[in-house]
């Protein structure tokens, strides 16, 4: 009688040790796959960037046109309006709504921001863009690539045509300050330093 409340026992033992067992295995699972899940959902959400839209296309080619117009207009030829910092700190106001903080401060530092002012001093003529044509290659999403073809015309003082350069590049729009904005412009702007710089040709 004895030996049997003893196997009794032990077996009632056993049977608890079990369930306590099945009990942890059954509430850690779910706490594994709410973990996965908490990894992996916010991964999947930072790939997905939303294209620009129509209304940010046109309005990026509007900016590209103003740009242009303004960065290829001069209107003035002498000594004062190329070579002064206050000429230069003028003509930086007027481009920089055009271009993001960045690249404005480096196209002030490369001095490429009046190096339209220094051709037409150079040259002895003032300087307009014509026959500007812009056109959208590449949507990105958070980026647009934008080509263009333009001819820098230079006008003597009697108003007549002396000479055309044809320019043609590709500029790149960041969305900042809630707008788009140029971060590079890329064309054959070596044609226009050699008016300007020695190099050694």
Known sequence: MRRHWMWLML??????????????????????????????????????????????EQAALQTAKDYKATEFEVNENDEKSATTKESALARGERIKPFLTEKYFEKQMADRNIVLPLMVAYKEQVKLRGENMNFTLKE???????????????????????????????????????????????????R??????????N
């Open 11 to 56: 077996t009632v033992l056993i049977t608890s040790v079990l369930m306590v067992g099945c009990t942890s295995s059954t509430t850690t699972k779910p706490s594994t796959e709410s973990t996965k899940e908490a990894i992996t959902t916010p991964t999947e959400v930072d790939n997905e960037v939303p294209k620009a839209t129509d209304q940010d």
């Open 139 to 189: 949507n990105r999403g958070d980026s647009l690539l934008m080509s263009y073809t333009l001819d820098l015309i230079f006008i003597d003082d009697q108003g007549k045509e002396v000479r055309n350069i044809p320019l043609e590049g590709e500029l790149t729009f960041l969305f900042e300050n809630k707008q788009w904005l140029i971060v590079d412009d890329t064309y054959n702007i």
């Open 191 to 200: 044609e226009l330093q050699e008016l300007v710089y020695d190099y050694g």
